[in-house]
């Protein structure tokens, strides 16, 4: 049966939101594509991105994605860039989108793609595609292209929490000897014990808790993403969202001294994902709040027979030192022909400057 595509601008809300659950009700798609997510973004920041609607011959929707349009600053100036869930404004974008796809129907995966490829090609106005935090080797990239850049990889490190069942919930008996020396040190000198974990329950403890998250990372380091009020309504707003369908946690963890950190950690389909964090700053060299904090999320969600702890995107050494295991997601740009776009590929292949520069 055909499968066609069409692009549209944005319904009302609740009847996208309609839309939206709907369809990742019979899908298999990740959070970042899910409605708590897409309708934070959407609902945080003043963004109005194309809705990219896929139906089958019955006229039966099997797939949406939005498709974000702006002129992209780039090497040689600015060019015409279609983004994947994306708007192309890097503060709105700075939600870091992972995990990326179209939102599908199981079983209709690789018609929808066909589609979808399909008519974002015929599309003229647009000379580079961005596909942010996509699984390697995604089908997305069979897009028609002049070339197709890495923009970026990264690791996703994980615990495997029917790992840490099976060593009888002891998960530092999984690390390596030197992070659990790092964590029995912390440990000890913080009274023996992880930090004692608390959910927020209130709308009246996530505001108050997004902004204890504000100022424990506040001037932590540059082009701080807690720096920017539109981000930390984007959390909040994400955070009450994921409240009320148990999406989203917000976890206070604390000692006999007080704070120890706190976690925006989402929850969706059996695995735990940490998306923010903020912690205390040590009380010595061998104090390691992060470190502990994790531990006990990771103690918590293993009790609760979650199957999976995810650090999500990112090179940092504490999440390589935490993990059992890894995955990866890759960053894309497919360019189209243009005089300009392929001035700028000879100048960085005679400069060997990498694209993400």
């Known amino acids: 049966m055909a499968v066609t595509a069409h692009f549209t601008l944005l319904p009302d809300k609740d009847v996208l939101a309609t839309r939206w659950q709907t369809l990742e009700a019979l899908g298999n798609g990740s959070f970042f594509i899910g409605w708590t997510w897409v309708g934070s973004w959407l609902e945080s920041y003043a963004v109005r991105p194309e809705l990219l609607s896929i139906t089958d011959g019955d006229g039966q929707e099997i ?15 600015r060019a015409a860039t279609l983004s994947l869930n994306q708007s192309g404004d ?3 974008d700075r939600a870091f989108v992972e995990y990326n796809d179209l939102l599908t129907a199981a079983g209709s995966e690789e018609a929808a793609t066909h589609a979808a490829l399909s008519a974002i090609n015929r599309r003229h106005d647009w000379r580079a595609f961005r596909l942010s935090g996509i699984a390697p080797e995604t089908p997305l990239l069979a897009l028609p292209q002049r070339r197709a850049v890495r923009v970026d990889a990264s690791p996703v490190y994980q615990v495997d ?10 998960y530092l008996s999984l690390l390596s000897a030197n992070t659990r020396s790092q964590i029995r040190r912390a440990m000890k000198d913080r009274g ?22 504000q100022a424990l990372n506040s001037g932590r380091h540059a082009d701080n993403a807690w720096d920017d009020p539109a981000f930390c309504r984007f959390v909040t707003t994400l955070a009450l969202r994921g409240l009320g369908n148990g999406e989203v946690e917000m976890l206070r963890l604390t000692d006999g001294t007080g704070c120890v950190g706190l976690l925006v950690n989402f929850v ?28 006990a999320a990771v103690a918590d969600y293993a009790a609760r027979g979650l199957s999976l702890y995810s650090l999500l995107a990112g090179k940092d050494r504490y999440k390589a030192s935490l993990a ?8 894309w740009v497919l360019e189209r022909f243009a005089p300009r776009l392929e001035a700028e590929a000879l100048l960085r292949r005679l400069l060997k400057r990498p694209a993400s520069a």
């Open 192 to 213: 023996g014990a992880l930090p004692v974990v608390t959910r927020a329950a209130s709308e009246a403890d996530i505001t108050v808790w997004v902004e204890e998250m």
């Open 63 to 77: 797939a949406l994605a939005l498709i974000g349009h702006a002129m992209a600053p780039r090497l040689l100036g």
């Open 90 to 92: 890097a503060s709105a």
């Open 324 to 331: 059992t295991r890894e995955e990866s997601l890759e960053w």
């Open 161 to 170: 929490l029917e790992a840490v069942r099976g060593a009888q919930g002891d």
């Open 268 to 295: 969706y389909r059996g695995q735990a994902m940490n998306y923010q964090s903020a912690f205390v700053a040590p009380a010595s060299s061998k104090d390691k709040p992060g470190l502990l904090c994790h531990a």
